[in-house]
Each structure stands twice: as C-alpha cells, then as structure tokens.
C-alpha cells in the first residue's frame, strides 16, 4: 500500500465563490485534481493497488447538503505493461476491467482511511476496449453518504483509492469530480 501525503484541495476551496441563497437545490461540480503520483497506479493483475490522501476545506466557506462522486471516462489514461504485450498471466488479449473503490475519513485519518474509512465508495467498474480506451464505466456516479458530507462540511478529509486490474500497466486517474448540492 502506498501512503501520499497531503494534498490541497483547492479546487474544492474554490466553491465558495459560488453562492445560492435561496436558489433551491443548486449544484457545484467540483473536480479534484490527483497530480503527479496521488493518481497514477502500477497495477499487475489481480493484486489491488491503493493509495491516500487528504485535504483541508476549512476556508471553503460553504455548506454542503448532499452530493455524489463520478469517476469521469475523459479522466482516466491506461497504458499496459510492455505496450501491450501481455495481459496479466493469461495469453495477451486487448482490453481489459479494472475496479476503482474510494474510502473517506476525517483529514487527520490519512494514515488510516484505506483500512478503516468511514465510508466506502464503488467499485466502479471500468472497461477498456482493445486499444485500452476507457470504453465504460458502472455506475457513472455514487451518492455520497451523510456522514461524508458531514466529514466535507467540517473542512478536511482523506481520501483512499483502492485500484485493482485483470491487466498489468499503469493507470492515470487525473481526477475526481464530486457535484455538490448546496
């Protein structure tokens, strides 16, 4: 398991700029940048791959009521090992699934959210076609549970993602999208 420290969620910050009082509902979409290692994975077949970080919300200035979290098919990049000259232990075929789940817990919890999150998240299921372009991704969305808004509202949180592959390679996840109910 690899453990990245932490990284600044700026982007989530930036929401606050957008206010709706008495609009009813408003949504923000707010991507969340995993740059440089935070979102790249060496995945070999069958063996899960996770990484955490964390972020501060506390100058954020806003207050979330609901939410859910996409995983995004223009986001994700997979480039399998010896360019593609072999998949996994088994004969070399295009394509390929590989599964992404997320945990969250409190920002302090970084060190312990990808074995003990407060809420897990997926899988979802994404599905490459020959040429290893993301082709399909179930469910396109998750609802976030209370107690992870509940955790956003309070200003920081870790984030764990837990990559596993039928395909040896690299993935690239460049971001998370959360769209945010005001």
Do not use: H, W
């Not at 939410?67 to 394509?95: C, E, R, W």
Request: charged share 15%.
């Amino acid at each position: 398991m690899i453990r990245i420290g932490k990284l600044l969620l700026s982007s989530v910050a930036a929401i606050a700029l957008v206010s709706c009082t008495g609009c009813g509902g408003a949504r923000v979409t707010v991507p969340l940048a995993l740059d440089g290692t935070a979102g790249t994975f060496e995945v070999t077949a069958g063996e899960p791959v996770a990484k955490a970080l964390s972020g501060d919300l506390s100058n954020s200035g806003i207050t979330v009521g609901s939410g859910d979290l996409l995983l995004n098919a223009n986001d994700i990049s997979f480039t399998p090992a010896d360019n593609g000259g072999g998949k996994g232990t088994v004969n070399y075929q295009g394509g390929g699934v590989f599964t992404v789940s997320g945990g969250i817990a409190a920002g302090a919890d970084v060190a312990t959210v990808c074995d003990a999150p407060v809420d897990s998240y997926g899988p979802f299921t994404v599905t490459l076609d020959a040429d290893f372009n993301v082709e399909s991704i179930d469910p396109p969305s998750i609802n976030l549970e209370q107690s992870t808004i509940d955790l956003i509202n309070s200003g920081a949180i870790s984030i764990c993602l837990t990559v596993e592959s039928n395909v040896d390679g690299t993935l690239v996840i460049d971001e998370l999208t959360f769209s945010l109910g005001l």
